[in-house]
């Protein structure tokens, strides 16, 4: 249940050495100042779950050995080319790769927001992507004649980490139209969330703006951030920072300039 | 595109725009991935044709979609029949229609990384017509086999399947996708048969006589111009400025 964090420190104590973490793709709006923290904070071996694809944030917790397993269906920069860290990463072999595929990664989550222990989905036969998943099953559908079908076993995160506009003092998060970010909080344990601002009253008193909200009732600790998704972008609020993301690109490409972006941008703490 | 004779009064992107929404055909609704300024061009010039029908979802767009219920709700319309044409595409791709958006070489000690399957293992099979799009024609991403399927182009007659490949469209011709093979249905001006089966890793059918791509009639080019460009340029301004603006062609494969 929700309580107001001391800090971003405190909100991040969630976060252990090893956990599960379940992070939202670019466009749902990602908490890459706490993501800063971690790696400032140093968290190890993560199992780190995007959902159901990554940017720079999980390029940048691999580039920093902070992830153990990562399980999505795709990490790029997009327009600025290639994910450098997870790019070396896989083809060194430092880190376990589950590919997955997009709608696994929200079926499987909304098994374990409905509390089963799976859920079927179609497609897949066939592909190698099944084949390397030891943990997904094919079965005959029960109900039909000769239909095999894939089971994907619940995925149920210690923490989901989410940045959105704004939440109240309830713990209430308002995430508008994201509402993949209300799955991650209802299939995780605990759920952590940096926000823009805080909004003076309870969001749920308002029938438009209670449509849009995570209740508290899912939130664990709150802190804000403002401009927490820089350098990425927050829908309907700000765009991404195309400069810097260029930065990145560039200097990510070696370890060395890795190294120096990590100096520059995330243990500096005045420019993080 | 290497242009040999006179020059032509279209470009290369909108020959491959006007293919492609010939392939799109009389449908319901077309969605388009990110990053596919070229399709994008396509499935707004179909629309415009069709006075509002196909309905476009240009995804990475909120202005073009219409999605409130997260990430799920595209696949969820997929799986159940409420999206009739989509876009793959592939590092590698087979003979066989297979797409590789994965690795070359070894799974597990990959030589090349690519960034991942993406929707692509659950929407090459429940979209009705998908249509493969790679404007690198060459040996190098045309294989005989792909090194990870990502999603496969058949499968045995048990597996639900309702949709699947209809075509390949690249920078040279057009193929179009049945019975598990490739045929070469058209080549665009300016490239050769010959052209074609030097730069395919795959076997494929072929007519004795393949014709030319039909190219964009002067109505779709003044379509596309006056009408397309502008919507376009709301979601991919730098594409819209090269190709319909004052710059030279975005596309040099």
Redesign the interface.
Known sequence: MFQAAKSLDDALSAIADGCMLVVPREVAGVPMHATRALIRRGVKRLHLVALPTSSLQADMLIGAGCVETLETSAVSLGEFGPAPRFTAALTVGTIKMKDATCPALHTALQAAEKGVPFMPLRGLIGSDVLKYRNDWKVIDNPFGNDDPIVLLPAIKPDVALIHAAMADRFGNVWIGRQRELATMAHASAKTVATVEKIHDGNLLDDPVLAAGTLPGFYVDSVAVCERGAWPLGLPDAYGADAGHLAEYARMAATVEGFAEYLDKYVYDKCAA | MCMTSAPLSFRPEELLADVIARLIGDVRHVAVG??SPIPATAALLARERGNGRPYVSLL?S?QHTF???????L??CA?QGRIDVFFLSGGQIDGHGNIN???IGD????????????????????VPKVILFRTEHSRRTLVPDVD?????GA??P???RPGGPIALVTNRCLFSFANGRFTLDSVHPGHSVADVVENTGFDFDRPAHVPDTEPPSPTTLKLLRETVAPQLAEVYPQFALQVFGVGQSALTG
Do not use: C, M, Q
Request: aromatic share 20%.
């Open positions: 990110n990053a990475g909120p999605w409130t219920d997260g990430g799920r709700e696949f969820d799986g958006l994965v690795s799974y597990a000690h990959p030589k090349v990384r690519f960034p991942g399957s993406y929707g692509s293992a659950h929407l090459y099979y429940v990870f399927i990502s999603a496969p499968n045995a048990n597996v639900y």
